[in-house]
């Protein structure tokens, strides 16, 4: 009876551990900005990840590095590309969306737009 138990123990574990390992390489995120009028698709690349407007034009393009729950951005080109620093932030996936929330930021434009965002689950490119 214990071994059972203790297999069960075990699988529930694992079944929890995959739940927050899951990736966000590989993703794509939609948000709408009252702001300008359209919906921005956050693409996440391993290395590089990119934003796209409504019309699939890219309008920023950044450095990526994701570690554990944590997403570091550093614009590299774009119209809405912000030059100064690297971003940090920690995400959760709630349900059908995914949060970031700022650790640190000197691009007040990129944190004021996404942070504490929801944003809801695009279209995923391939792994």
């Not at 570091?72 to 100064?84: F, N, Q, V």
Request: aromatic residues 8%; neutral net charge; hydrophobic residues 35%.
């Amino acid at each position: 009876m214990r071994k059972i138990f203790y297999l069960l123990v075990v699988l529930l574990l694992a079944s929890v551990a995959g739940v927050h390992a899951q990736s966000l390489k590989g993703t794509s995120w939609k948000l709408y900005v009252d702001e300008l009028h359209d919906t921005l698709t956050f693409h996440v690349g391993a290395d590089t990840s990119y934003t796209t407007d409504g019309s699939g034009e890219v309008v920023v393009r950044c450095l990526s590095r994701i570690s554990r729950d944590t997403i570091t951005l550093k614009d590299i080109e774009g119209k809405y590309a912000c030059p100064g620093g690297e971003g940090v932030y920690t995400y959760v996936f709630l349900a059908d969306g995914l949060t970031l929330n700022m650790v640190t930021d000197p691009c007040d434009n990129r944190s004021n737009a996404i942070n504490g965002v929801k944003w809801v689950r695009g279209k995923d490119r391939g792994k």
